[in-house]
């Protein structure tokens, strides 16, 4: 079954496996699955699996957490060589300070570097002051600021205000994750721009952002 792989791909990420995890990769590719598809048939599902099995109770926060890192640590195994042309957009994403969810983020950056994007990934537990310095940094005006606990969601506006502090109310903040889904008031409360519902919405929204580098930051 077209499922059965990455159920076995979801099983390494929780057992800590990540040469299992690898294995699981090549085997997919060596039944003949082009490396452009890897994401999507086999990666995303068996993250959704990861995420759905935190949110029902099945795993713990801890298990969660190093389940996640596994899968950062394979995620280049399942990535095709980007053949778009480069958008010129440059695109910030983290999580918020005190959060270690990188499963959506994760999903939603592949599928931007994908498009041909500019993706600087900040990982988790990304101070405020951190999304405001790398902007600086790298010319970007996309900030995508991920967040799945009510608490470091209503932590955001600290980001917001952070770039206000700086006279930067230039830069267009995003945010992502299951509160702000939930309640539209929280992300509007904290001054975000719009909310990333997934990858196919994170495209859209920067698609019709199309906002460049004001020069040359970090690659991708």
């Known amino acids: 079954m077209a499922d059965d792989a990455a159920a076995h791909l979801y099983q390494a990420f929780v057992s800590q496996d990540p040469a299992r995890a690898i294995a699981v990769i090549e085997q997919k590719r060596a039944a003949g699955v082009p490396q452009r598809r890897l994401f999507d048939n086999l990666f995303a599902p068996a993250m959704s699996m990861l ?62 570097k994908e498009a041909g994007h500019r993706v600087i990934d900040l990982g988790v537990d990304v101070r405020p002051a951190e999304f405001l310095e790398r902007a600086e940094e790298s010319g970007a005006r996309i900030v995508i600021v991920f967040a799945q606990m009510i608490g470091t969601a209503r932590d955001v506006v600290r980001v ?61």
């Open 51 to 112: 995420g759905g099995a935190w949110a029902a109770g099945q795993i713990d926060e801890v298990a969660f957490t190093q389940a996640a890192v596994v899968a950062e640590q394979v995620t280049s195994f399942v990535i095709a060589p980007s053949t778009a042309q480069d958008s010129g957009v440059t695109v910030l994403v983290g999580t918020m300070h005190h959060d270690f969810h990188a499963v959506d983020k994760d999903i939603a950056s592949g599928a931007l």
């Open 160 to 220: 917001r205000e952070m770039f206000k502090a700086a006279g930067r109310d230039d830069l267009v903040l995003l945010v992502a994750g299951s509160p702000f889904s939930a309640d539209v008031a929280l992300a509007k409360g904290g001054g975000a721009n719009g909310i990333v519902r997934g990858a196919e919405s994170a495209l859209k929204l920067v698609a019709r952002l199309g906002l460049p580098a004001k020069h040359e930051g970090a690659g991708r």
